[in-house]
């Protein structure tokens, strides 16, 4: 950490930080500027917390913090990508990895058809949710264990493997005897228990970013599951809020080639909740592969004008077998396979 | 709801719209314009939220909502204000009530030493955290149940009624043995499993709004904890995300009038996580109650620069005597008392 | 547009609405809802600005509006997409156009160098700056006519045509002298009075999207070029900001898919100033041309360690062949040729 | 300035940096971490802007910028608080100046009324507009000089001082002769073409902050009319753009004590374009002057509802002449008078 000091400060003021820098386990190297001094803070058993509150001493103008504050997810840590398999399927390898599937799972028949179709088209995995998210509590809230079975059926038929969103902690067992990744959606991206249950179960884990998080804290919540010892993180970058609202959320294509550039781990691309809208989802899908992302996370439903939610965003089955193709030559373009 | 048809659109399109229209329950009402025809969907029974899908028919620019999706929030519905009541202290009345004390509940000593101190100063009930969301899971979690019952010590000495936060829906059950009020954060906000759970808790609510929540989905988030038969919520502003990073958060405080205006429930301000520095918290807080807040979150530490969390924007116990005697001039300033 | 009167309006209220809206030249057309009403209003002629007025008119909730503010721009009235022809550089057709410079013209050497190293390696027009409009006054603010000679004289040497930044309505004439097509940068999307002059100038203008302009607002600041008798516009999506301080800026790359589906309009991306480091540049071109971008304006600078101006996110000579063949690929997978 | 190095960066990176550090005119000091090292560059006359592209070189991770971007702005160059005097109202002082009219001179018998009318409230300065920056080319853009010479009227009938926009640097002459007080719009911010005119400009400027302006960006703005020579400049908060749509923009109240704690510079608040409804415009102003503002714009039109710019937001005389009053009360709580 670098304490930045005040034009003006005195010696006492100085003395003072670097003494209670000592206090807190860090060694002070002064560097004598021509205008203000800085204070570097050495040391990494030093309580960076409190080193914070220096900026209350007096002559202090900041603090500015050096370290990352994740260790675990940083490519300076672990230099070589990882891949996370999930039953065969890799995420951060050669291969693009498209999930296809409706927002909610609704009955057997659409999960099911709508799993034949995607598998058809060349997805590699299924999803659906079975705990639904709402923001309104007068909305469609899933099937609960029963949408858990439903995706059950629906693997057992075509052989994929399916995520699915988990939103409470006390649901983590439950959902583990039927799913083969965990979905986090953005709303939970800083539900810390949750997180700690998912780093304790033995499954991988899809985490999607909020939709007010920083790149910074979306490694750091990936640091909760890391830390308790599940290392099978995949990123999914969804969209951010902004002021734009010709989108339900602004799609940052950008967190692509900076997590590739800050993290080892694979990331994906929703474009489908970033967009809001079916018309423009082929276009951000094209984008995110060209980008670098190592999959797409895509919303798919048998009858979309139909569907009990997000409709509006869904292609139907014609349309992701329109957009597979497209998505296999710019996957080619840029050195990919799907 | 209102269907915008494009430019151009045909009867067919028309009739296309308002057979469907009918089918979701709704009995739609054409107005001819001179360049685009509108569709209205008359009824309350009608399937909103599949109404929407009609953006993807063909000749549909735009479907716009006109209800609003809250409902036992909303001054339409209830036009007198609320007053909620925690052990006699009243919110959304005339005296405006001040929370204080520190982020995080560390030993007895701290928590009632500063319980006596905000007491004496004026506080009406105390604040303190035993179960703390962390963005690093390398940062200071809080105390569990041993913090709730320091909490109880202390207002077993001051008699101050109690505020804390839950983050997890199964431990409701057990901070409602300690509590006086739940408090939410704002990285719950959308945390439907809790909401439902303090829906169905008999002991009043502070929800604190979420650092990228609209003020309508604020007020829808209220819906999931009052549907459920619980009435005594009080909303927090404690500042949204934005592009400026001088203060940790931006104080968004339009949404003191703007909820007022759109709701009957009481609104208070944590001007102390809206800064992020004790320096700033003097001017947002008089400005918060010249708004017309009913009160105030405010974090007070015995020594901030020790504090195990939040240290920087925590006033120490002579600043909140300063900070008092001010605010009391506001308030009467503005009408109210405390 | 549509007046949304309060639940609880009286007849009265609805009569002083259909009142009002008569004087400002609509025809008012009521729909009785079950629980609200709202009038429509209909008219071209009407005074739109006025109406929105009816917002402080006792009963009323809110005022809708319907139509766009834009018509020129608009794929609604000409649906067909629009070509700007650029000394036989066409945007908007087949053909993906890179533009490619350093941000500022710095010497004859530097800039004509540059500009047969790009125009080597594929691209068809050459970018630089003589008017830097710069965050501080303490910093390089371009050569100014000097400058523009010197793109001149690169233009000479090269046959590129060239494109470069006017900030001052007083500057047209002079720029228009040199250049073959203007651009207007984001800080100006709102400067009218620049826009008017060059609505009424007889070149091509690439105009920026601000850093928080709407796609709306977007569209809005063309209308002031067109609608001046200048159709040769070419938009340019270069970032919004948001709270994400990974990247300079966050590229909205769905304004590529909206502003195709909205506007006739060619759209191009500036992935340099977007991302503000080189390294993310190679990314986020591939996503724009993968995403339907008509165009790319990239950064190249000689040496940019050694840049004037924004060298942090200059790609280097060899970086920019590296970059083309890659865009070359996946141009053609989108079905485009470079 | 601070180069953080990369963990396990080589001492041939380090001696890379260090090297250039020093042909940019800085000396470099080494602090030597545990997990990784920092180069402090040390030197007023070093080039910052060349610094930022250290980078790139190899082995660094990032570059953190230490001094201020500002100076003459800056409380830490000038410790006591600037007063800016426009013909006797002085800015920054004692006492709060509410400056009020209309968003738009409309008339003679409009700006004169209404001058007589805020005059009798209690306002020190009379507003209007005669050159509109308008976002559609198809909406009223100002009566020009003929509104000038009605500002000058109205200042003749009532005495008030008069402050005005000027939008393009080739009125600035002319605005010249007829106002007291220049006014720069959110929309010229970063208009450096204008601000270097009001620089050499002999009268004072009130500039406003731009919709998407951090402070940091905001106080550099005065820096370009600061460093022509002119120091009278009194900055205004008037709300930036968010996420949140219940208020035309959010008013950052905080803008308030940062630019009280970071600059010498008085700084006044428009409530009026923040909440962009005339019911919030009470409650924000109230907050202003509580949070520590010198000042407010207010708009105040004979006949809102039929007002041609902005009526939504304007206040009528009654109503104005009520919030004077709460105003009053407001600003004695806080030790100020008006």
Redesign the interface.
Known sequence: M?V?M???ATKDDMDGVCK?AEELGFTP?I??????N?V?L???MGNR??A??L???SGV?KV?K??K??KLASR??KQDSSVVDVCGVRFGGRDIVVIAGPCSVESEKQIVMVAEQVKAAGAKMLRGGAFK?????????GLGEEGLKLLAKAREVTGLPIVTEV????DVDLVYKYTDMFQVGA??I????LL?FLGQAKKPVLLKR???T????FL??T??IL?EGNRDVVLCERG????????RN?????????V???SHLPIVVDPSH??G????VS??S???????ADGLLVEVHPE??????D??QSLNPNQFITLMG?LR??A???GRYM
């Open positions: 670098i930045v005040k034009i003006g209670r190297h560097i004598y500027g021509k205008e203000r800085v570097g050495v040391g990494v917390e409190e914070l509150m900026e209350n001493y103008d500015v050096i370290s504050p994740y300076e840590v998210p709402r923001t309104s509590p007068y909305a469609f809230q939103v409470n902690p006390v709303r939970n800083q539900n810390f228990a700690t909020g939709m007010s920083t790149i910074d804290e750091m919540a640091e909760y830390s951010i809020r902004t002021f734009e609202t010709s989108t602004t799609l940052d294509i950008s967190c692509v080639p900076v590739k550039a800050k970033a967009a809208h079916w018309g423009y276009s951000l094209k984008a995110a592969i060209a980008a670098g979309p004008e139909k569907a009990m939610s409709g509006a497209e030559a710019v080619i373009a840029v």
